[in-house]
């Protein structure tokens, strides 16, 4: 469910937030399943308070699911992604 977007204003600068070249750190499917869920949970409350996120968010979420990046890695780029925007 990996879903790739791109926006006219930070294009390719998404991608390389979202995706590095190869897995930091091997996971088990197991392990993948539970951040997902643990997502997918948190997606719901956002939604319930109005807040949807964005194709570019996305990628950096199914980017940490996949092991390509750490917990502490997603705050500086989903900052990094919105002084972009």
């Known amino acids: 469910m990996s879903r790739k977007r791109y926006n006219t204003a930070a294009g390719s600068f998404v991608s ?3 995706v590095e070249l190869k897995p930091k750190i091997k996971i088990t499917s197991a392990e993948m399943q539970r951040r997902r ?3 997918r949970r948190a997606d719901a409350h956002n939604r319930i308070e109005g ?3 964005s194709p570019e968010c996305d990628a950096i979420f199914e980017a940490f699911i996949r ?3 750490e917990q502490a890695e997603i ?3 989903l900052h990094a992604l919105h ?3």
């Open 37 to 39: 869920e643990a997502l």
């Open 67 to 69: 092991g390509d990046i």
């Open 83 to 85: 002084r972009q925007i």
């Open 16 to 18: 390389n937030l979202a």
């Open 51 to 53: 807040q949807f996120p």
């Open 75 to 77: 705050l500086p780029r």
